[in-house]
């Protein structure tokens, strides 16, 4: 059963963004050319930044609706039941029914975990702005965005501010200037270092945050796959290491730090914690194919708690049963 909003009618996370269902192959280590191969790491699953986090933040135990229009046809099935599946509500979803969400055919290499990625979005189901629901966004406590349709986005952090929730950007492609005009509008931008770079013109984490930092003043993290996360505090750089892992897939990696990060923030916790929540979230993400698998219920977490947690995440874990 998916998680209704709560009593006084709000969400704690609610996501926009692209939707997708995935088609993930971890390739063989020799492979037979035309020919038939029995594989082990063969799944089909929800995917996208937005979706994977969503799902993540719902099966932790907190209420979670997505935006997204959907059909009447086998993709949109599937991309319906993964959302279920996490507790993720679907009231918000918009009905269309030639709507379909894009897919992704996904092949990963066995040896370096390189990810070599086909998308198809012929029949993409694009939410209009005025298909947006801006009463229920301004009461939910986080919305978490992605770039993939700036004109929805747009609209649902405007909705955002108008009310008391909190906005979270995942900005991972667009038109450069339109995704600067919206930094202005959010609270928390947590871009790839490739996206800041493109934002910024600097290189370096350091410095694509202080520039970064003159165009806004939401909350600026970075992240960088194994080299983990950078953010700005009150000018000073802090870093979040990745915690190591024996690597199978990072797909989602970026999608399980966001949500990570936004549980934090439904914890009320500090800067500090939320990024080490991301990268224990993303760590657990990268040790199985795709985004979702590897995902933890609430309860599961305790057993996941590993020697180089911080005291103050151990407890957190255990003091809301995580
Ligand atoms: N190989 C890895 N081992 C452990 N943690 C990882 C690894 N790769 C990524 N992470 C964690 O995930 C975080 C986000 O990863 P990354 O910067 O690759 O996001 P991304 O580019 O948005 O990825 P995606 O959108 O494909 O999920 C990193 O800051 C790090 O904490
Ligand atoms: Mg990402």
């Known amino acids: 059963m998916s998680r209704a909003p709560s009593s006084n009618g709000s969400y704690d996370l609610i996501t926009l963004g692209l939707v997708a269902v995935d088609v993930l192959i971890r390739l063989p280590q020799t492979i037979e050319h035309d020919g038939k191969q029995f594989v082990e790491d063969l799944v ?3 995917g ?3 979706g994977s986090a969503v799902s993540a933040v719902g099966r932790l135990g907190f ?4 935006v997204a229009k959907l059909g009447d046809n086998t993709i949109s099935d599937i991309a319906r039941e993964q959302f279920r599946r996490s507790k993720v509500d679907l ?3 918009v009905n269309d029914p030639s709507a379909q969400p894009a897919i992704a055919l996904v ?3 066995p040896k370096t975990a390189a990810r070599t990625v086909f998308i198809q979005m012929d029949h993409y189901g694009y939410v209009r702005p005025d298909e947006v629901p801006a009463h229920e966004i301004s009461k939910a406590r986080v919305l978490l965005v992605d770039s993939y349709d700036l004109d929805a986005t747009e609209a649902a952090l405007r909705a955002a501010a108008r009310g008391p929730c909190r906005a979270v ?4 492609s667009g038109d450069p200037d339109r995704m600067k005009e919206l930094l202005a509008f959010s609270d928390d931008a947590i871009l790839p270092l490739a996206t800041a770079e493109t934002l910024s013109g600097e290189g370096e984490p350091a410095e694509v945050l202080r520039v970064l930092s003159g165009i806004t003043s939401a909350r600026l993290l970075v992240t960088d796959g194994a080299n983990g996360s950078w953010a700005l505090d009150d000018g000073q750089i802090l870093h979040q ?3 190591p892992v024996e690597a199978i897939d990072t797909t989602g990696c970026g999608d399980a730090y966001h949500a990570g990060y936004v549980v934090g923030l439904l914890l009320g916790v500090g800067l500090r914690r939320r990024m080490e929540i991301g990268a224990w979230l993303a760590s657990i993400v990268a040790t199985r194919v795709g985004g979702r698998q590897a995902l933890p219920w609430r309860g599961e977490l305790e057993a996941l708690i ?3 947690l911080s005291d103050g995440l151990i407890q957190l874990v255990k003091e809301h049963r995580l």
């Not at 209420?63 to 997505?66: G, K, N, P, S, V």
């Not at 950007?169 to 991972?172: M, R, S, T, V, Y």
Request: charged content about 25%.
């Open 91 to 93: 009231g918000l979803i």
């Open 169 to 172: 950007l995942d900005f991972e």
């Open 306 to 308: 590993r020697d180089d």
């Open 107 to 109: 092949q990963i290499d």
């Open 44 to 46: 089909i699953q929800g």
């Open 48 to 50: 996208a930044p937005v």
């Open 63 to 66: 209420r979670c609706a997505t």
């Open 241 to 243: 290491p990745a915690l």
